[in-house]
T-cell receptor, first 112, second 113 residues
């Protein structure tokens, strides 16, 4: 079992719709969770971080965390073609190194 | 925009050559990382550093080596490149805090023939 799992997609949604991206993780003691966006041929950039159960909203983006189910999701409201990218889920592994483990990403395409 | 720079952006090289991938950041970050990413695959940590004279191997076994003589500079070296080293190499840095916000460089796409 991979430590961080995501549906690879591709996920296609029409412009203006809500895009829902999901991520599960295996280490129950994970403490912090991140969503990175990676445009084709570019480097990842952080768009959301979440540490507590529940929802965290930032503009059109909402991150949701459920530690009991070991599940984190990202909702993108009013999706735009510029949101088309690969979205990487990353989970912090507790311990002295505090290194991030990345999922393989979900490719999102927003159709005009 | 993050101030972390990688050179070269693209590198095509023959088997057996020694190469060094450069990474520099001007943010004064203590922590620096090298990740390897193949198309459609997750990022794998190959090396990291907590500060000057500190280097550690990551999760993915790698034949590369790194050094950290200055805070701002974290080069990666392959003594003898092989086709299996063909990949995208991403350098990143972060402030030494619990919140692991990584700032990534633009990456080096390495092709070994």
């Amino acid at each position: 079992q991979k430590e961080v799992e995501q549906n690879s997609g591709p996920l296609s949604v029409p412009e203006g719709a809500i895009a829902s991206l999901n991520c599960t993780y295996s280490d129950r003691v994970s403490q912090s969770f991140f969503w990175y966006r990676q445009y084709s041929g570019k480097s990842p950039e952080l768009i959301m971080s979440i540490y507590s159960n529940g929802d965290k909203e930032d503009g059109r983006f909402t991150a949701q965390l459920n530690k009991a189910s070991q599940y984190v999701s990202l909702l993108i409201r009013d999706s735009q073609p510029s949101d088309s990218a690969t979205y990487l889920c990353a989970v912090n592994r507790p311990g002295s190194a505090r290194q991030l483990t990345f999922g393989s990403g979900t490719q999102l395409t927003v159709l005009p | 925009e993050a101030d972390i720079y990688q050179t070269p952006r693209y590198l095509v090289i023959g088997t057996g050559k020694k190469i060094t991938l450069e990474c520099s950041q001007t943010m004064g970050h203590d922590k620096m990382y090298w990740y390897q990413q193949d198309p459609g695959m997750e990022l794998h940590l190959i090396h990291y550093s907590y500060g000057v004279n500190s280097t550690e191997k990551g999760d993915l076994s790698s034949e590369s080596t790194v050094s950290r003589i200055r805070t701002e500079h974290f080069p990666l070296t392959l003594e003898s490149a092989r086709p299996s080293h063909t990949s995208q190499y991403l350098c990143a840095s972060s402030v030494r805090t619990f919140d692991e916000k990584l700032f990534f460089g633009s990456g080096t796409q390495l092709s070994v023939l």
